[in-house]
């Protein structure tokens, strides 16, 4: 192994690079091949922490979790960026340095190719014997006459996939008096090669501008509710740094029912949300959304993600008035849709403040070894919950969970042997708080949908790019690369053509194009098989 | 016999067809070797200066030496194995899809099955083209270790689909992902014999009598020019299933891509095999390195496959139901 030496400070008489040479080798060495596939190989390690440690872009609840129980390595991966790889400084450097390194490479070939296809092609080397050849044979016309047969064959066809498909070819008359026919097809594998190359930094760009504009939102509409497009009205919103909130269209979205189907394992079939989608000053129009099936709305696509249920409670105070009333999201727990909820009913008009932490039993079953749900369909629908009283701790003005319940200045209902106390209510019951509380009504049991809006301007742009990538990338790799040549001399009146040809090793079907053209030149037939060893 | 049985029966018929194929295509490389040193041995074939040192494999070895071919008849019981082999295979298949009234490939046992079956089907029809015999050990020793896992501990009853696959992108992303899975297979049993001759021909591995049967393979030039087109046209057809998937993932989950494990293992797949096609290119890196290099592509491919569905938690994970 050779040393590194940065500068040959030992031998005083040697050049010294200097700032600009400097700056030229590092060029150099970021744009030559071997660079290039040690940061392939980079790109590829450095993805694999993304698939095995928790991520924050794709499981926040997860990655907390992971950081709040790992003390040490938790907060060093964090920091590391091992967290969010896919955003982190070295995997940004890794591809960025893998894109200047493309651009770096492929802008010169670019050129280089460009020149080269106005340049005549290469002549017929003085010998043959290196590569693997065919002949001699006789034809029955003069030198010029049999190349020119050969060329005929060889040239480009008509229709577009002749053109592409043609040989360039040159015919030279030599000083020994033979006419040598050289024939050379590989532009189309380079085009194809600096086409792929150029649309994936297009695939790049593309990506870049859809970060910039894109913008998503995630809205729960319970059914029989409405949600209208504005920022305001989603429970997330997440746009790019470009993106214009006034570009949002204001339309509404009825949900007018959800249909969720399941076997009768309870393995879901079908999710399917009734529309009525109303645009600005137009007539509203019925709709369906299921999964696999957005709507689209101008530039927008609405995603059916998820659904659930929302059960309509109604909760009375002390003074047997009503201090809260209307559906409460009840998030799924497994699949058979046990969910969990909260209530929280700061408006009382006497006393404490309420609040609830329940589940959902959509088929509540009592065996003698569980109790739980069966079945994510709502035969038997049961909540139970847990009452507390306290402060709900909601006029600090920090904003809160709607799924968690504070607890810290909350003390839960007790029975008289001062345990919790927890209630259970089948759909149309109402249950009696202890000590006069209040009261609780589970009236109805509607279901809801999440829903997921969004929009990327860049999708056209993405679509072409990568539709170009795959075409220049198979044109790069199918597309052959082959030389041939032939040389035809007259030998006491008799013509003698001798030819030769050469490809890369994986490609076997040069001989047939060989045998094609010096049949052509020989006037005879191509031997069988000639044309589809070609293909080969 | 109902479709259930059907489908499974014919499974296992493949599986031992596919068994009894790996042993006669083994002895077939065997008795190639032994008869390639015979010839060579015995008449000391003035094998001219001028004549490629690679060229016929299976030297038409001058009549004088031994009943000749004892080799052909293991090769044709090979072929004739795997052919039905492949055969019972497909009418598996084609049961398994009627049976669930879907594609049959919607969870691993169907990946599995589906993808065992392409993996002999290209090496099928490979060798229409070009004599290919000297991968038939490994390709049908792997569908048979693929093929004995599905069915004994992959096995999952019929079921219909979950809402997120019923899209006419299942078809398409999921059977593309599926055959270039059998393509890959066939062209990592020839990196894998390429390595081997390789070390075989240098002296460095594998050198001794027991591998003799090596010298019944092609050259590793040879070898490496075949994978290379195989890698060619599974990196065009996993470049167009990776875009499907993003189209797909566009169309169910709002998003075209997410970094989700599975397109994690999507996209180093991919890397590792433009690195391939970069190394093959590259000075110091053409030859082993870059077989390497294919080699880390298809176990990567595997790990996707079984991995990542089994153990990451992510979108796909219906996939390792």
């Not at chain 2, 014999?193 to 002296?203: I, K, N, V, Y």
Request: charged share 15%.
């Amino acid at each position: 192994m050779a040393r590194v030496k940065l500068d040959n400070y030992v031998v005083p008489a040697a050049p010294r690079l200097g700032f600009r040479g400097w700056l030229r080798w590092i060029w150099r060495q970021v744009t030559s091949m071997r660079v290039a596939l040690i940061l392939l190989l980079l790109l590829a390690l450095a993805s694999i922490p993304g698939s095995v440690l928790p991520q924050w872009p794709q499981d926040a609840a997860a990655t907390r979790a992971f950081v709040a129980d790992n003390p040490f390595w938790g907060p060093f991966l964090d920091a590391t960026g091992f967290l969010d790889v896919f955003g982190s400084a070295w995997f940004t450097a890794i591809y960025l340095l893998l894109f200047a390194s493309l651009i770096g490479c492929i802008a010169p070939r670019a050129a280089h190719h460009y020149r080269e296809l106005r340049r005549p092609i290469a002549a017929t080397p003085r010998s043959l014997s290196r590569y693997d050849g065919a002949g001699p044979e006789r034809a029955d016309v003069a030198p010029d006459d049999a190349l020119a047969r050969a060329s005929a064959v060889l040239r480009p066809r008509a229709g577009w996939v002749g053109a592409l498909r043609g040989y360039r070819v040159r015919i030279d008359r030599r000083d020994d008096g033979s006419v040598a026919l050289a024939a050379e097809t590989g532009h189309m594998r380079e085009l194809g090669n600096l086409v792929f190359h150029a649309s994936l930094v297009a695939v790049l760009l593309a990506v870049a501008y859809g970060t910039l504009f894109t913008y998503r939102g995630q809205a729960i509409v319970v059914e029989g509710r409405s949600f209208t497009n504005a920022v305001s009205a989603y429970d997330t919103f997440s746009s790019g740094s470009l993106f214009d909130p006034s570009d949002l269209d204001p339309f509404t979205i009825r949900l007018d029912s959800l249909d969720a189907s399941f076997s009768d394992t309870g393995r879901p079939l079908h999710f399917q949300a009734n529309v009525t989608y109303t645009e600005p000053g137009e007539e509203p129009v019925a709709e369906e959304i299921s999964v696999n099936h957005p709507l689209e709305s101008g530039d927008a696509k609405v995603y059916l993600q998820g659904n659930g249920y929302a059960p309509v409670l109604t909760v009375r105070d002390a003074a047997g008035e009503v201090a809260f009333s209307g559906p409460v999201v009840f998030l799924a727990q497994d699949a058979a849709y046990t969910s969990t909820g909260v209530v929280k009913v700061p408006d009382v008009t006497t006393g404490e403040q309420l609040g609830f932490k329940a589940t959902l039993y959509p088929t509540f079953l009592e065996g003698p070894f569980a109790v739980g749900s069966i079945h994510p369909d709502p035969a038997n629908p049961v909540i139970e919950m847990l009452a507390y009283t306290g402060d709900l701790g909601l006029d600090a003005g920090i904003p809160q969970n709607v799924y968690t319940l504070d607890e810290s200045q909350l003390s839960p209902v007790q029975d008289e042997d001062g345990q919790p106390v927890t209630l259970r209510l089948a759909l149309g019951e109402t249950v009696d708080l202890p000590d006069g509380l209040g009261s609780v009504t589970f009236e109805e049991l509607p279901r809801y949908g999440a829903f997921d809006l969004r929009a990327d301007p860049s999708l056209p742009w993405l679509l072409t790019a990568a539709v170009l990538t795959l075409v220049g990338l198979a044109t790069s790799l199918f597309a052959s690369r082959r030389k041939v040549w032939l040389v035809a001399r007259d030998d006491d009146g008799t013509t003698v053509v001798t030819g030769a040809a050469y490809a890369p090793a994986h490609d076997a079907g040069v001989g047939g194009v060989l045998e094609r053209a010096i049949a052509a030149a020989a006037g005879r037939e191509p031997a069988p098989g000639a044309e589809e060893k070609e293909e080969e | 016999m109902n479709v259930t049985e059907l489908s499974v029966m014919t499974l296992w018929g493949a599986t031992t067809l596919y068994a009894i194929a790996m042993f006669a295509y083994a002895i077939r490389l065997a008795r190639v070797a032994d008869e390639k040193v015979a010839a060579k041995a015995a008449v000391a074939v003035p094998v001219g200066a001028g004549a490629p040192a690679d060229a016929p494999l299976v030297a038409e070895a001058p009549a004088a030496s031994s009943p000749v071919k004892r080799s052909a008849k293991a090769a044709g019981i090979a072929r004739a194995t795997t052919l039905v082999g492949a055969m019972l295979h497909a009418v598996g298949l084609a049961a398994r899809g009627i049976d669930a009234g879907h594609v049959p490939w919607s969870n691993m046992y169907e990946y599995t099955i589906s993808g065992s079956f392409f993996a002999v089907a290209a090496f099928l029809i490979i060798q229409r083209r070009r004599d290919i015999a000297f991968l038939g050990a490994g390709v049908t020793g792997m569908a048979t270790i693929a093929l004995g896992l599905a069915l004994t501990v992959l096995y999952k009853d019929v079921d219909t689909l979950p809402p997120a696959l019923q899209s006419y992108w299942l078809v398409i992303h999921v059977s593309i992902a599926t055959i270039v899975t059998g393509i890959l297979t066939v062209s990592f049993v020839t990196s894998a014999l390429q390595l081997m001759r390789d070390s075989r021909a240098t002296g460095r591995r594998w050198a001794g009598a027991r591998f003799r049967w090596l010298e019944a393979v092609p050259s590793a030039a040879k070898l490496e020019a075949l994978s290379f087109r195989m890698n060619a046209v599974g990196f065009v057809l996993w470049t167009f299933t990776v875009m499907a998937g993003a189209i797909w993932a566009e169309h169910a989950w709002g998003r075209y891509w997410g970094w989700d494990p599975k397109e994690v293992w999507s996209f180093v797949i991919w890397v590792l095999y433009a690195a391939y096609l970069h190394a093959r290119t590259t000075q110091g890196w053409a030859g082993r390195r870059s077989a390497w290099l294919a080699i880390a592509g298809y176990v990567a491919l595997i790990m996707n496959f079984t991995v990542v569905n089994l153990f990451f938690q992510g979108l796909h994970t219906y996939a390792g139901s």
